[in-house]
């Protein structure tokens, strides 16, 4: 087998002094080097080519393939493979094109620093994701250790802390890890006035007291904005508790409204996916931010009608119908997806409980019949309020 022909090599602040023996022999013997200037800067004067990688980042692969079988380095950040510009690479090679040598990540690094247990702390890359990114896992006591592209993205981050309401937490600054220019200040997010933060940032969020996000299915309803077209909280739990998310699956949320199911789907796991159809734009705007605000900016919105209107790309694993329920629709549907596919539909008038009592004779499943009652004044006291009941149809295709 032919060695390969590129090697990438992770590179930290202290440049050509923190490399491996086998990355300097790689880096010895290369024909082309190519990284960002950042990284070129790191090294001492090369006797080989140098390219300086473009921007924006994919740019760059299709220069680097024009080198396919000379001796090519790729110079990237720390580990190359966590949140690196390594798998970004190699999902355009074949197995045994490439070996790689990483350098201690900037996760690894700041733990180091602040004396946190890696396993234990969040890590998320914060280059190209909104802030918003970080809701899901701020909760009072928690350790995360984010990395930003800039200092405007720090301050920022402290704005949208305290906005929160995590104004408490306290911030680690950590600039430069590794190398000379290493520089680390912390101060809580509501007080941060550092200026001239300088790049490679990272910032360790050690969380205060603020509004934690629940970790089960049936968000509290005041989390999404809504016009009231909204899964209740309740029904929406055991909405979730019948479609079964499981890691890496797909959703089609028809009829999505305020997007909430949609959203408590890929909240359930951070490699699910989910897609909305919404024939109304206002709606389908307000699930866009919904998810935007909630740090599930995965959500994809489709605005239209099914069954004229169909998300592209491979089958789901499961369907939600949730608006738009038809006899067309459930014959389209049965028509178009695969064998196993879960399907849930949850019906509130007569006509449409009717429909899904029709198809449950015809297709088998699961009929639920769900009524609740809230606590109301009566003039001095207090009775029951109903709600109207929700009919509920789960069956696996």
């Not at 040598?101 to 969040?122: K, Y």
């Not at 809701?135 to 009072?140: E, G, N």
């Not at 509290?220 to 909280?233: H, L």
């Not at 009608?305 to 169909?310: E, F, G, K, L």
């Amino acid at each position: 087998m032919a060695d390969p022909w590129l090697t990438i090599i992770g590179l930290g602040e202290d440049g050509a002094q923190g490399l491996s023996a086998a990355a300097r022999k790689a880096l010895e013997r290369a024909e082309v080097v190519i990284g960002p200037p950042r990284h070129l800067a790191l090294l001492p004067a090369l006797t080989c080519a140098t390219l300086e990688w473009p921007v924006p980042f994919a740019d760059g692969i299709a220069r680097l393939l024009e080198h396919r079988g000379r001796r090519v380095v790729m110079l990237a950040s720390g580990d190359p493979f966590w949140f690196g510009a390594g798998t970004t690479v190699t999902r355009h090679l074949d197995p045994g094109e490439w070996v790689a040598h990483p350098a201690p990540s900037t996760f690894s690094l700041a733990a180091a620093r602040l004396g946190w247990a890696l396993q234990d702390t969040v890590g998320i890359g914060l280059h190209a994701a909104p802030l918003a990114r970080l809701r899901p896992h701020l909760a009072p006591g928690r350790a995360i250790i984010a990395l930003m592209p800039d200092g405007e993205q720090v301050e920022a981050l402290a704005r949208y802390l305290s906005d929160l309401g995590f104004g408490a937490s306290t911030l680690h600054v950590m600039e430069a890890l590794g190398g000379p220019r290493e520089r680390l200040r912390c101060a809580a997010a509501e007080a941060m006035d550092f200026h001239e933060i300088a790049h490679p940032v990272a910032v360790g969020i050690a969380t205060g007291a603020g509004p934690a996000m629940p970790v089960i299915s049936g968000l509290p309803d005041d989390f999404f904005v809504s016009d009231g077209q909204i899964t209740k909280r309740p029904i929406r739990a055991l909405t979730l508790s019948a479609l079964a998310p499981r890691a890496g699956e797909t959703l089609w949320d028809i009829g999505a409204g305020s997007g909430s199911i949609g959203i408590e789907w890929l909240l359930a796991h951070p490699a699910n996916r989910a897609l909305a159809i919404e024939a109304d734009p206002v709606r389908a705007e307000r699930a866009r931010a919904n998810a935007a605000s909630l740090g599930v900016d995965r959500l994809q919105v489709i605005e239209g009608r099914a069954p004229d209107t169909w998300p592209d790309g491979p089958a789901p694993d499961a369907v939600f119908i949730g608006g738009g329920l038809s006899e067309d629709l459930l014959s389209a549907l049965w028509s178009r997806l695969p064998a196993g596919t879960r399907l849930v539909v949850n019906a509130v008038t007569l006509e449409s409980e009717s429909l899904l009592a029709r198809w449950h004779g015809l297709k088998g499943g699961a009929l639920l019949r769900v009524e609740l009652a809230d606590a109301a004044p009566i003039g001095t006291r207090h009775g029951w309020k109903a709600r109207y009941p929700v009919v509920q149809w789960s069956v696996t295709l």
